[in-house]
């Protein structure tokens, strides 16, 4: 029967490792990106018994998995078996020891078989590379992870309240936190569920539990309509304009009045705040520039102004294009390049201000912690692009030739002024304040950050 095993030292304790195992959504945080799996159910934890069920997608066709576990010792060990699913066999024993007072071994061991019998043996070698791509990315995300949880393990679970928590961001950054120890609060627009922890909040309607909202350490808003989908009418625009400013306002106002307001308020911005500056480096110091999007990321940092003025601090974070094939500008580039249609996008020349998703998740993390830093904050990479140059790297990555451009005119033609502002024009944005904190980011050049995301 084959067999995988990867070990990796963790430079922390190693009940942190155990734990970061056991106390939030791990195995979501452990799915590599350009994986299809999803969690339809899961019962009993990682003790004896326990049981998960996931969705695997391999192309068009979708396979249900079932994995019960057991030979749970506690702070050592947890054993997953498959019940059901494309294997033939599946025994995944997770290890962790300790390898003295600051690091520990995290040790995966698997026996398995691929379906089919002597059919499915053809496909062994396919298998074992498969096996060993995602169990890198495991480690690597393990470690990544707990090093960055680990400068604040001292101190005590924030219990956060979260807009957009079911986004793109928004569940990354959940899954990240939770599995840090910190307590979430979905803060949903429909009515919680009995004995579900989430918050109601209606913008629109201006309707907001308070009483839920008491004494809650921080809030982190991510709510705001997507900008990238469909044209910008006239009423399109205003709508875009009253789910950033309006819902904000709302929201900060709402804080300030709280007899125990958080301490901290994390407010989603935008590099659209510069508008369209050419080749000019622009930081947190820069002024803004002038059309709509300028205009609305304005407006829509302005209305945190009850927060602040209630003492809350508050952290404007000016992100810019979010890297993962998991949604937003590079799902979406994905297909056309994968076919060899791929290219530069008007003169090429605009300038891309880009982040990974790892790196935005670490950033909200580090914003929520790090009590010095307040108002805007460039959420990038050091490392803008222009077009031209980010359109080679990502055919470099994957191998295919970018051979097709879009004309400018055919931008304007499709997309209108939503295609102008988002394609066409550009910011060299650098994260100056980040850089000065000493933040580490995990992917400063895109080739890295790209690779990490494809599992190249």
């Known amino acids: 029967m ?6 990796s030292r963790i430079e922390v304790p190693v009940e942190e490792l155990f734990r970061w195992h056991t106390q939030g959504p791990a195995f979501e945080r452990l799915a590599p990106p350009w994986e299809k799996v999803h969690v339809l159910e899961r019962t009993g934890g990682l003790q004896d018994g326990g049981k998960v069920v996931l969705q695997v997608r391999q192309g068009p066709v979708a396979l249900e998995w079932t994995a019960v576990h057991r030979d749970y010792i506690e702070g050592k060990q947890f054993v997953d078996e498959q019940v059901r699913g494309p294997f033939a066999r599946w025994i995944h024993t997770h290890q962790t020891r300790s390898d003295g007072p600051q690091a520990s071994i ?10 089919f019998g002597p059919l499915g043996a053809l496909a062994s070698g396919y298998l074992r590379s498969k096996i060993e791509r995602t169990f890198r990315f495991r480690h690597d995300r393990t470690r990544q992870d707990l090093e960055r949880l680990h400068p604040f ?29 910190h307590e979430i609060l979905p803060m949903v627009r429909r009515k919680p569920r009995p004995g579900e922890k989430a918050v109601h909040w209606d913008p629109v309607r201006m309707e907001m539990d308070q009483d839920a909202l008491e004494g809650v350490d921080a809030v982190v808003h991510l709510a705001g309509e997507n900008i990238g989908v469909g044209r910008w009418s006239a009423s399109r625009k205003e709508s875009i304009r009253r789910s950033r400013v309006e819902g904000t306002r709302f929201l900060s106002e709402t804080l300030a009045s709280l ?10 911005s935008a590099i659209g705040f510069y508008g369209n500056r050419g080749d000019e480096a ?8 002038q059309g709509f999007l300028p205009d609305v990321c304005q407006e829509w940092e302005t209305a945190c102004g009850p927060a602040r003025d209630a003492g809350i601090r508050v952290v404007n974070l000016r992100t810019g294009i979010v890297l993962t094939p998991l949604g937003g500008a590079l799902a979406k580039m994905l297909p056309p390049f994968r076919m060899g249609g791929g290219g530069i996008i008007g003169s090429g020349r605009q300038w891309m201000s880009w982040i990974s998703l790892e790196d935005l998740v670490g950033i909200f ?16 990479a050091p490392t803008p692009m222009t077009n031209r140059d980010l359109t080679k790297v990502l055919g470099k990555v994957l191998g295919r030739p970018t051979l097709f451009p879009l004309p400018g005119f055919m931008v304007k033609a499709l997309f209108g002024e ?3 502002a988002l394609l066409l024009e550009g910011q060299r944005v650098l994260p100056q304040r980040l850089q000065e904190a000493g933040f580490p980011f995990l992917h400063s050049d895109l080739e890295s950050a790209l690779r990490w995301e494809l599992g190249r």
């Open 365 to 380: 993390h580090y914003a929520l912690h790090a009590k010095g830093l307040q108002g805007p904050v460039n959420a990038v």
């Open 153 to 181: 393990a001292s101190q005590k679970p924030l219990r956060i309240a979260m807009t957009g928590a079911s986004g793109l961001v928004g569940t990354a950054l959940s899954q990240f936190l939770a599995c840090g120890g």
């Open 2 to 7: 084959p067999l995988f095993e990867k070990e």
């Open 418 to 420: 939503m295609g102008e």
């Open 282 to 289: 622009l930081d947190e110091k820069s002024a803004p520039g």
């Open 259 to 268: 007899k125990n307001p958080p301490r901290t308020l994390i407010c989603s």
């Open 106 to 115: 995290l040790k995966d061991h698997i026996e398995y078989q691929p379906p």
